[in-house]
T-cell receptor
Framework: GAVVSQHPSRVICKSGTSVKIECRSLDFQATTMFWYRQFPKQSLMLMATSNEGSKATYEQGVEKDKFLINHASLTLSTLTVTSAHPEDSSFYIC????????????FGSGTRLTVV | KQEVTQIPAALSVPEGENLVLNCSFTDSAIYNLQWFRQDPGKGLTSLLLIQSSQREQTSGRLNASLDKSSGRSTLYIAASQPGDSATYLCAGTNAGNMLTFGGGTRLMVKP
C-alpha cells in the first residue's frame, strides 16, 4: 500500500535553532500533504496543507513564518520549525491522500521534537 | 464546520471481551470515514475506510459501521487481545479533502 516516510523520528535541538522534518511518499505521488501537530494525550491538530507548486495554506493561529512548509516535488514535503522554542516541543505528523480522497489517507510515523 | 466526537475517551476491558468504540460527526456530507490506530509515540495506522455509500467494512476481528443519517460510526473489536491496546481515532473527510479527527479512545486490554 501507499507509504509516507517521515524523518527524523526524534530530534532534540537547542532553543533558537531550526529543525527540518521531511515527508516522502514512496510509491505514489502526493500532490497534497497535510501537517499535524499532536500534544500528549490529545488528538491531531491540522497545522497546514502543502500543495506541490503552490504556497502552503495555514490554519488559523499557526505562524507561517515560524513553520515553513515547502512542497518541492510530487514526492517530498518539508516542515521547518524556525527559531525553535521549548513550547514548540511536540509530535509532528504528515499525511497524504492515497492517490485520491476516496482511498483514504496514509500517515508518516511522526517526529518527536524536543527543544531544550 | 465538521466536528467529530469519540466516546468513551478511555476504556479498560479484560482480554477476550467484545467491545464497541463510538464516533459521532455533525456534518453528514462526508466523503468517507476512516478509523486509525495509534500506539504511543508512533504515527497512525489505517484500520478501516468506509466510503459514504457504504454501511460497513470488516477486517479480521474489526468491523466498522457508518450511519450518515444519524452521524455515527462504530468500531467493533471482537475477542479483544492485549495487543489491541492503543488509541483509536476516527476521522471524517469532507469537502476540500479536510480530515477532521475525533479526540480518540484510549483502549487498554488487560491480560
Amino acid at each position: 500500500g501507499a507509504v509516507v516516510s517521515q524523518h527524523p523520528s526524534r530530534v532534540i535541538c537547542k532553543s533558537g535553532t531550526s529543525v527540518k522534518i521531511e515527508c516522502r511518499s514512496l510509491d505514489f505521488q502526493a500532490t497534497t500533504m497535510f501537517w499535524y501537530r499532536q500534544f500528549p494525550k490529545q488528538s491531531l491538530m491540522l497545522m497546514a496543507t502543502s500543495n506541490e507548486g503552490s504556497k502552503a495554506t495555514y490554519e488559523q493561529g499557526v505562524e507561517k513564518d515560524k513553520f515553513l512548509i515547502n512542497h518541492a516535488s510530487l514526492t517530498l514535503s518539508t516542515l521547518t520549525v524556525t527559531s525553535a522554542h521549548p513550547e514548540d516541543s511536540s509530535f509532528y505528523i504528515c499525511s497524504a491522500p492515497q492517490g485520491g480522497v476516496a482511498f483514504g489517507y496514509t500517515f508518516g510515523s511522526g517526529t518527536r521534537l524536543t527543544v531544550v | 464546520k465538521q466536528e467529530v466526537t469519540q466516546i468513551p475517551a478511555a476504556l479498560s476491558v479484560p482480554e477476550g471481551e467484545n467491545l464497541v468504540l463510538n464516533c459521532s460527526f455533525t456534518d453528514s456530507a462526508i466523503y468517507n470515514l476512516q478509523w486509525f490506530r495509534q500506539d504511543p509515540g508512533k504515527g497512525l495506522t489505517s484500520l478501516l475506510l468506509i466510503q459514504s455509500s457504504q454501511r460497513e467494512q470488516t477486517s479480521g476481528r474489526l468491523n466498522a459501521s457508518l450511519d450518515k443519517s444519524s452521524g455515527r460510526s462504530t468500531l467493533y473489536i471482537a475477542a479483544s487481545q492485549p495487543g489491541d491496546s492503543a488509541t483509536y481515532l476516527c476521522a471524517g473527510t469532507n469537502a476540500g479533502n479536510m480530515l477532521t479527527f475525533g479526540g480518540g479512545t484510549r483502549l487498554m486490554v488487560k491480560p
